[in-house]
């Protein structure tokens, strides 16, 4: 069984109605995908120093606060309700500079 909270999911973009994609068959059945969360309190890093990277592209969803990140060769305000990608093989980190708590629904893909 696979459970998840659908009000933590954001929706697609799809007018007049409301969708939310959850898991895709394709991916669980061909365990290349990882799946999880990460709270990032005020004031922490990830990583604590430099860079990190993944064989794995790697996508987020802000679902509360915000984090400052680097990724390649920019650096980006990430916030609630908006996601990002980075590209397999590109080193970034996060820094939670806020007042509150930064929660990331992230999913890595292995291609």
Do not use: Q
């Not at 999880?36 to 990190?52: D, F, K, L, Q």
């Not at 820094?95 to 990331?104: F, K, L, P, S, V």
């Amino acid at each position: 069984m696979e459970v998840v909270k659908v009000k933590d999911v954001a929706e697609d973009n799809r007018p007049g109605i409301t969708m939310k994609t959850l898991f895709n068959e394709a991916v669980i059945e061909g365990g290349r995908t990882l799946m999880g969360t990460v709270s990032i309190p005020p004031g922490a890093r990830i990583p604590i120093e430099g860079t990190g990277a993944h064989e794995e592209d790697e996508y987020g969803l802000v679902l509360k606060g915000s984090i400052v990140t680097r990724s390649g060769e920019k650096e980006y305000r990430v916030s609630s309700g908006e996601a990002t990608f980075i590209p397999r093989g590109e080193e970034h980190w996060a820094y939670n500079d806020g007042t509150e708590d930064c929660e990331i629904v992230w999913i890595l893909v292995k291609r």
